[in-house]
Nanobody
């Protein structure tokens, strides 16, 4: 069983930064593609960013391009989401997800096999 866990959420003022971390405990040596999604109250879960298994390819939602950066350290089984210039509209529960089985489109929820419980990010004005 794969366990995905996020950390690093919290309360931050608009314009500041926050870094989220995510670990995925899969089979030894496995390197899943990883993604971040978020869900604000009353809204559907939406794509934020994703990274390929080897880190060569990254993808971003238009709303976060230029402000957020996704990266990974495979020796630590950890993926990061660096969030800069945060806005109130970035307030949401952020979910990390792992895709093990040949995902074709990392920007859609259906490509991911395992999900974390989520971490709250609140941006105040």
């Amino acid at each position: 069983q794969v366990h995905v866990a996020e950390s690093g959420g919290g309360l931050v003022q608009a314009g500041n930064s926050l870094r989220l971390s995510c670990t995925a405990s899969g089979p030894p040596g496995s390197r899943p593609a990883m993604g971040w999604f978020r869900q604000a109250p009353g809204k559907e879960r939406e794509f934020v960013a994703a990274i390929s298994w080897n880190g060569d390819a990254t993808y971003y939602a238009d709303s976060v391009k230029g402000r957020f950066a996704i990266s990974r350290e495979n020796d630590k089984n950890t993926v990061y989401l660096q969030m800069n210039s945060l806005k109130r509209e970035d307030t949401a529960v952020y979910y990390c997800a792992a895709a093990y089985y040949g995902p074709t489109n990392l920007m859609v929820r259906q490509s991911y096999d395992y999900w974390g419980q989520g971490t709250q990010v609140t941006v105040s004005s």
